[in-house]
């Protein structure tokens, strides 16, 4: 069996193989040091910074946990609700208070009572994690892995086995964004693989993983959005795997856009639900998948395509796919396409079919290395550069010293009439244009405090 180090690159420039150090792995040409959190290797090209960051993420989460358990105490405090009502947000608010605690708890390994900034902070410190990623990205998704999904767990895993020949043995294998786990354990325990290595950038559904494949049970809330009773609106659930995953599995905590692992490392390497949501550009992307690839390796991809990029062009239709794929050095994909469940909640009614996207293709030559992903330019991560003035940040300078502006004239006197005058006579607009900005700034605020 492989030991996950075999697997292993550091993040940041490439080298192979890293030292172990216990639970740790030191990259000795960059001297950087990868922790693991609950054993679960720490493979961000900047450890302690992201890090860092998802400390904040988590630490901001759980305490707008705490303000929305505030302010449900705050809605109970009014004798004019109805009793029904009543008795679901009394339930609801000790629902909450039990969700806070448990992810406390399953939280532990990251240590995210460290932070020390305050609320109002965190809400300033935009750090370069996805927008998306947070503790209820993909929360949902936890239940649908290892409680109520096992109807599209199934169809999930029946799509992989339709475009892998049967008795074909996939190897060493590759799950990017393997979510909380549910289809790259199926794989390992269905499919003829060596060993499976599972990817994600969220720890938390990495921490639920690894309860799950150990053969823990987990007990959490379920919160639909769409509830379809009384009751449905906070559903305790257990969640636990059909067995204990057998050897070979690993976790890596990392970014799929600079997977922390060594050139041709894998036989196989598994994209569910990924390619259209990165933003990195498909043909990019294809060719990173192909340096993780050994010769004659096999990319699987599976679900949606719903391309969301701000340029028309890169909204790419399955055939421009099916070409991107061969022209990153692969052979012609064979592609499966179904209709399955998608997140069928037996609490929620908000359920759907999606018709997914499978594809299995071989990799036939070498493709042009492409240059490390750069979320962020040097200007922000050296500091050193001086900050370009680009066109939308003089727009973006002048919106907001106007915004502050109109937050300086909020004294709990002035009316929206005042404050247009205040605007005419600074001469930043007239008072028939300020009526309505002021108006439409004083919504926006309105409905971000009521959220």
């Not at 498909?282 to 990319?299: E, M, Q, S, T, Y």
Request: proline share 6%; net charge neutral; glycine share 4%.
């Amino acid at each position: 069996m492989t030991d996950l180090i075999e697997f292993l690159a550091c993040p940041r420039c490439d080298k192979t193989p890293l030292e172990s150090r216990e639970e740790q792995y030191h990259c000795n040409a960059c001297d950087v040091t990868f922790p693991a959190i609950n054993g679960i290797p720490w493979m961000f090209a900047d450890p302690e910074s992201s890090l860092g960051e998802w400390r904040n993420r988590l630490m901001m989460a759980l305490t707008k946990l705490g303000h929305e358990i505030q302010s449900i105490e705050t809605e109970l405090k009014n004798d004019d609700l109805r009793q029904l009502s009543r008795r679901r947000t009394e339930r609801y608010k000790k629902a909450l208070e039990q969700h806070r605690r448990k992810l406390q708890k399953l939280l532990r390994p990251l240590d995210v009572q460290s932070g020390t900034a305050n609320y109002e902070s965190y809400l300033a410190l935009r750090t370069r994690l996805p927008a998306d990623q947070g503790l209820n990205t993909y929360y949902a998704n936890i239940h649908r892995d290892w409680s109520w999904g096992d109807e599209e767990n199934e169809a999930s895993l029946k799509q992989i086995r339709s475009v892998v020949q049967d008795g074909a043995e996939l190897g060493r294998v590759l799950v990017l964004g393997a979510g909380a786990g549910r289809l790259a354990y199926d794989i390992h325990m269905s499919l003829d693989c060596e060993s499976t290595v599972a990817l994600d950038f969220n720890p938390m559904l990495l921490l639920v993983a690894q309860a799950m494949i150990s053969g823990a049970e987990l007990s959490l809330y379920e919160f639909p959005i769409a509830p379809k009773s009384f009751d449905d609106d906070a559903v305790l659930r257990k969640l636990s795997a059909p067995d204990i995953v057998r050897s070979g599995f690993s976790l890596v905590l990392g970014d799929a856009l600079r997977p922390p692992f060594a050139a041709a490392a894998f036989d196989t390497v598994v994209t569910p639900w990924l390619i259209d949501i990165l933003p990195e550009d498909l043909p990019v992307f294809a060719a990173r998948i192909n340096g993780l690839l050994k010769k004659d390796g096999r990319w699987i991809n599976f679900g949606s395509l719903a391309f969301d990029s701000r340029e028309r062009a890169r909204r790419y239709s399955p055939e421009e796919v099916k070409a991107i794929v061969a022209e990153n050095g692969f052979s012609d994909a064979y592609v499966s396409e179904a209709s399955i469940p998608y997140m069928c909640s037996p609490a929620s009614r908000h359920g759907r079919r999606e018709r997914v996207f499978t594809f299995s293709a071989y990799k036939e030559r070498d493709a042009a290395k492409p240059q490390r992903n750069r979320a962020l330019p040097d200007w922000i991560v050296t500091g050193k550069e001086p900050v370009p003035l680009t066109p939308a940040f003089k727009t973006q300078a002048m919106t907001t010293q106007i915004y502050s502006f109109m937050m300086s004239l909020i004294d709990g006197k002035r009316n929206i009439e005042d404050m247009a005058v205040v605007l005419e006579k600074q001469r930043l607009m007239s008072k028939a244009e300020a009526v309505p900005a002021i108006r439409s700034f004083l919504t926006k605020m309105f409905d971000d405090a009521n959220r």
